[in-house]
T-cell receptor, first 114, second 110 residues
Framework: NAGVMQNPRHLVRRRGQEARLRCSPM?????VYWYRQLPEEGLKFMVY????????ESGMPKERFSAEFPKEGPSILRIQQVVRGDSAAYFC????????????FGPGTRLTVT | GENVEQHPSTLSVQEGDSAVIKCTYS??????FPWYKQELGKRPQLIID?????GEKKDQRIAVTLNKTAKHFSLHITETQPEDSAVYFC?????????FGRGTSLIVHP
């Protein structure tokens, strides 16, 4: 059973470009969460999705950021017109259900904006 | 919303000593308290969790205690080893979104 997969692992973008981060949850998991981690800081919740639905996006900036989890394929976190402040590690986690189910984290995508 | 405070931010111990990391939370509705270990450049991994109907849980050298009245919970690592060096995150949740502490960098000196 493969764990949570994320790609790319490292992504370099110039200011103004778009960044697309992908996350494939563990087999059997239909709940996906995206977190952002700045250097030497904790994990900040961004968005929670189930298949084809955004359940909670309260942690996601209103502009430039969007997320989806289509019926087929991975979940995608999209950042338009990236700025230097977007440089961070973005982790995806998946769980079997909501409430107090264990979240399994992917290896993360380290985004660097130059 | 939930607010989780974690202390200390850095903890340095000698190999073989015990290490204790403490967290407090604000939302009395929280009933699930996981702890994650994150080694440098790697993903957070769950090491132990506790639910509100339990006061203490142990797994080999790791234990977690929960005081719901005082709204705090702690991670205890005994007989620390250099490979325990990592950043440890506590989290508290009652809904699907746990709130994470800022992390404790544990350094175990050989």
């Amino acid at each position: 059973n493969a764990g949570v997969m994320q790609n790319p692992r490292h992504l370099v973008r110039r200011r103004g470009q778009e960044a697309r981060l992908r996350c494939s949850p563990m087999k059997g998991h239909s709940h996906v969460y995206w977190y952002r981690q700045l250097p030497e800081e904790g994990l900040k919740f961004m968005v929670y999705l189930q298949k084809e639905n955004i359940i909670d996006e309260s942690g996601m900036p209103k502009e430039r950021f969007s997320a989806e989890f289509p019926k087929e394929g991975p979940s995608i976190l999209r950042i338009q017109q990236v700025v230097r402040g977007d440089s961070a590690a973005y982790f995806c986690a998946s769980s079997e259900g909501q409430d107090d189910y264990e979240q399994y984290f992917g290896p993360g995508t380290r985004l660097t904006v130059t | 919303g939930e607010n989780v405070e974690q202390h200390p931010s850095t903890l340095s111990v000698q190999e073989g000593d015990s290490a204790v990391i403490k967290c407090t939370y604000s939302d009395s509705a929280s009933n699930y308290f996981p702890w994650y270990k994150q080694e440098l450049g790697k993903r957070p991994q769950l090491i132990i969790d506790i639910r509100s109907n339990v006061g203490e849980k142990k797994d080999q050298r790791i234990a977690v205690t929960l005081n719901k009245t005082a709204k705090h919970f702690s991670l205890h690592i005994t007989e620390t080893q250099p490979e325990d060096s990592a950043v440890y995150f506590c989290a508290a949740g009652g809904s699907y979104i746990p709130t994470f502490g800022r992390g404790t960098s544990l350094i175990v000196h050989p």
